[in-house]
């Protein structure tokens, strides 16, 4: 592993000298240290022996209570931690330079997701790892259709119904009645789905001055009354829930982010997937292929994020510390030298 120095020449330093004796230093045993490095402990004896003569001074304590550093191997043991982590510093900047992407991505989401959830907590992230992509984000309506191209990324709650775009399953959503604070504190929590008839809800409207909206898809709208609210806007919906003025069947996601929603009736939930498209030609571009990894492996990632996960939780207090957690650790995450897009 290690290829011994040539005699008879004159010495330079030997960085693999140094690095074996930081290992040693480490280990505080030459077995240990040899295990570690996958060498026999001949070549330690021997390589530590040439690192001394090199520099001229005992830099190991040989005697028989075992292995000790010198007050000079001591020095030398902290100068190699020192370089060692000079040399980790540069590799991880050699490798974000090669992975650097330069270029622009064009994505249309969803308004209540855009801005409850990707704007706040995700696209200053994506901006630190990729600060030399532009960003053209374009909001609307879930039920909008919106072409691609011209935008290279569409997300949206139903697979993309052209052949000729790529298309795969990146999240669950799962749908709960929220209220807020105010409005349980004013008008009480049902006590049933049927017992909904008596509160004020709000619904998504088809079209303009729709009077039956998309709650019709999820529930015996009939029986819960007329709703008192309809909006084709995501944010508008939340945040009539969050203001206390009705009762609003919200993505579970949307508990994380906003501590004064209470879940009502929480085993009445509903469900639908949540796809990202995109077309070939647009798959090929570095800035696209790096949006759709941070996608899949941040936003949306559903084996840490039970609220995104195929299988059903209830909303619980849990949720908020574990979003927390993973918020702190999102900035260490290293995008992969190689991006793959793989069908799902």
């Not at 490095?37 to 004896?45: F, N, S």
């Not at 691609?148 to 052209?162: E, K």
């Not at 004064?260 to 030609?281: K, N």
């Not at 800035?287 to 609220?307: C, G, S, Y």
Request: hydrophobic share 40%.
């Amino acid at each position: 592993m290690f290829p011994e120095p040539s005699p008879g020449r004159a010495r330079e330093p030997n960085w693999d000298d140094y690095r074996i004796f930081g290992t040693v230093a480490k280990q505080r045993s030459l077995g240990r240290a040899a295990k570690a490095l996958g060498v026999a402990k001949p070549t330690i004896r021997r390589r530590i022996a040439s690192l001394e003569s090199s520099i001229g001074t005992p830099l190991v304590d040989r005697s028989a209570n075992g292995l000790a550093l010198t007050q000079q191997g001591r020095q030398v043991a902290d100068m190699v931690e020192a370089m060692a982590m000079i040399a980790d510093s540069a590799m991880t900047r050699v490798r974000i330079g090669e992975r650097e992407v330069v270029g622009e991505c064009k994505m249309v989401l969803g308004e209540g997701l855009s801005t409850a959830w990707f704007i706040p907590h995700f696209l200053g992230l994506f901006g630190d790892l990729y600060p030399r992509v532009i960003v053209h984000l374009a909001a609307s309506p879930d039920n909008d259709k919106i072409s691609v191209p011209p935008y290279d990324i569409q997300i949206r709650y139903a697979p993309a119904s052209d052949d000729n775009l790529l298309t795969f399953r990146i999240a669950t959503f799962h749908f709960n009645y929220f209220a807020s604070r105010r409005y349980v504190e004013r008008f009480g929590i049902p006590s049933s789905q049927e017992d909904l008839a008596n509160h004020r809800l709000v619904d998504v409207a088809r079209s303009s001055g729709a009077d039956t909206g998309l709650l019709a898809q999820y529930s015996n709208i009939a029986s819960l009354g007329r709703s008192y609210l309809f909006s084709n806007s995501g944010n508008m919906i939340l945040q009539s829930v969050l203001a206390g003025h009705v009762i609003g069947l919200l993505p579970s996601y949307t508990y994380v982010v906003s501590p004064d929603l209470i879940p009502v009736l929480p085993d009445c939930h509903y469900e639908t997937g949540l796809f990202i498209y995109f077309s070939d030609a647009a798959s090929g571009k570095k800035a696209t292929r790096a949006m759709i990894d941070f996608l899949r492996n941040i936003v949306f990632d559903k084996t840490r994020m039970p609220w995104f996960g195929d299988r059903y939780e209830k909303p619980n207090d849990s949720w908020r510390a574990t979003f927390s957690n993973l918020v702190k650790t999102a900035g260490t995450y290293m995008p992969p030298m190689r991006i793959e897009i793989a069908g799902e």
